[in-house]
């Protein structure tokens, strides 16, 4: 299980960033002592995501987060209503799926649920 992932964001695009995550069911978390002067956190399950805050983030062009959310068309409509634009992509295990940008231009894959573990 993978514990959190941790991104590089302008701290001026924490709130739009975590607003985005709530979206998707992440809800704020304080993070513990000094770190919390140099970084925000959301948390859905036992699943955290660490906003680092830099004045150059490093945003991969293609790698991504990938989130099982708990009701993906709900979660797809409720951010096309906020602004943003999922992308439906290919059912290759029969879960619906979509990529999306985050307000920081991380590319996120929203499933509705992951492939059977081999």
């Known amino acids: 299980m993978i514990q959190h992932v941790a991104l590089e964001v302008r701290e001026q695009d924490v709130a739009a960033c975590v607003r985005f995550w709530g979206l998707l069911g992440f809800d704020r978390v304080e993070p513990p002592g000094a770190l919390a002067a140099r ?67 991380h590319r996120v894959e929203l499933m509705a649920f992951a492939p059977e573990s081999r």
């Not at 951010?79 to 231009?105: H, I, K, M, N």
């Open 39 to 105: 970084s925000t956190w959301v948390q859905a399950g036992a699943t955290q995501i660490h906003l680092l805050y830099t004045e150059a983030p490093a945003v991969a062009p293609e790698g991504h987060v990938a989130v099982v959310v708990r009701d993906h068309d709900a979660t797809l409509q409720a951010l096309r209503e906020a602004g943003f634009d999922p992308q439906p992509r290919t059912q290759y295990w029969g879960s619906p799926r979509a990529f999306v940008r985050s307000p920081a231009g």
